[in-house]
């Protein structure tokens, strides 16, 4: 057999599609290999945030003012985190001012806002926004944020006095949200016997 009769248009024909299919098997074997690992379940490598069972650490807060301080023998600490850019923050100032006016007649708890900016920034908020709480920034920055776990605002934290995590609640505060908040700490007064009732009164 000569070339030329080897190459007829035939020939050509079969030994392309033998190696399409040599092609096409190799990208089977590729792929199914890529969907084995696909299926692997995968390890989250975003940072754990802080819950309940954790210990928030207050030290390196800086004061915006000379009245800024918590009671540091109150039983629970009550900690609003935020920004001064956060959207959200903005939309729950007015949730957690309302929480702090229906509690504050329990001498149980105390009242910590942290802002994660600057202090110049955290003053321009505070002058927009009018917290009613003590408010602080964090003189160490990202590695305050990492040491008690602070990803993303803004977050309602009720501790002990020891800083053990209680309860965590992210994001935007409902109204709802905001009136669970309120009977916690209400809760936690009538722990350690005050005489008060969870409407907020006395009896």
């Known amino acids: 057999m000569n070339l030329r009769q080897y190459f007829t248009s035939r020939n050509v024909y079969y030994a392309f599609l033998h190696f399409a299919l040599f092609v096409l098997a190799i990208q089977v074997v590729v792929l199914s290999g890529q969907n084995r690992q696909l299926k692997q379940p995968r390890v989250s490598t975003r940072p754990a945030s802080i819950a309940a069972g954790d210990s928030l650490t207050l030290s390196g807060l800086v004061a915006t003012n000379r009245i800024a301080r918590w009671d540091s023998t109150a039983a629970s600490r009550i900690v609003f985190v935020f920004t001064a850019h956060c959207p959200f923050c903005k939309q ?19 009242y910590i806002g942290i802002c994660l900016d600057s202090e110049e920034q955290t003053k321009n908020f505070m002058a927009e926004q ?29 501790t002990s006095a020891k800083g053990t995590v209680r309860r965590v609640w992210r994001g935007l ?31």
Request: glycine share 6%.
């Open 92 to 110: 729950t100032m007015p949730i957690w001012n309302r929480i702090v006016r229906e509690t504050k007649h329990s001498q149980a708890v105390t």
């Open 130 to 158: 009018k917290p009613e709480f003590p408010v602080f920034t964090a003189a160490e920055g990202e590695d305050f944020i990492k040491r008690n776990k602070l990803y993303g605002v803004p977050q309602t934290i009720i």
């Open 173 to 203: 505060l409902s109204r709802e949200k905001g009136i669970q908040v309120t009977r916690e700490i209400l809760d936690s007064a009538f722990d350690h016997n005050e005489p008060y009732n969870k409407a907020g009164g006395k009896p």
